[in-house]
C-alpha cells in the first residue's frame, strides 16, 4: 500500500495537534499501527520525548484514567504507541505517579 505524501502530511499534522496514532487512525479509517507504520516507512516519525513538545496534560490525564482503570504502564503505551518508559517519564515528569495500592500520588 503506497501513502501519497499529501497524506503523510495530513496523518503528520493530525498528529502535531497531539492527537495519538489511534485518534489519527479513527479519522482516516485506519488502525493506530498503521499510521505508525505508514509513518515510519516514510521516516516521518515524530518524538515527544524531551526537545519535543511537552505532554499535555489532557495526555497525562488520559494516561491517569487509563492506570487507575487497572492498565499497565506497557498496555497503555501501546494504545499510544509508545514504550511503557515514556508513558512513565511523562508521569513522573508532571509529578503524577500513583501508587496502585494507595491510590495516591508518590512523593
Known amino acids: 500500500m ?3 505524501p499529501d497524506r ?16 489519527v487512525g479513527k479519522v482516516f ?3 493506530g ?18 526537545g ?7 495526555r497525562i490525564e ?7 482503570k487497572g492498565k499497565s504502564y506497557r498496555q497503555i503505551g501501546k494504545i499510544f504507541c509508545l514504550s511503557w518508559h515514556s508513558i512513565y517519564g511523562a508521569l513522573k515528569n508532571a509529578g ?7 491510590g495516591k500520588t508518590k512523593t
Open 62 to 68: 488520559e494516561y491517569l484514567d487509563l492506570y487507575r
Open 96 to 102: 503524577r505517579l500513583e501508587s496502585r495500592s494507595k
Open 29 to 31: 479509517g485506519l488502525s
Open 52 to 58: 519535543s513538545p511537552k505532554i499535555s496534560p489532557e
Open 8 to 23: 503523510i502530511e495530513e496523518y503528520l499534522t493530525l498528529y502535531r495537534e497531539n492527537k495519538t496514532y489511534e485518534q
Open 2 to 4: 503506497t501513502t501519497s
Open 33 to 50: 499501527k498503521t499510521i505508525h507504520g505508514i509513518l515510519a516507512r516514510a521516516g516521518k516519525l515524530e518524538s515527544r520525548s524531551a
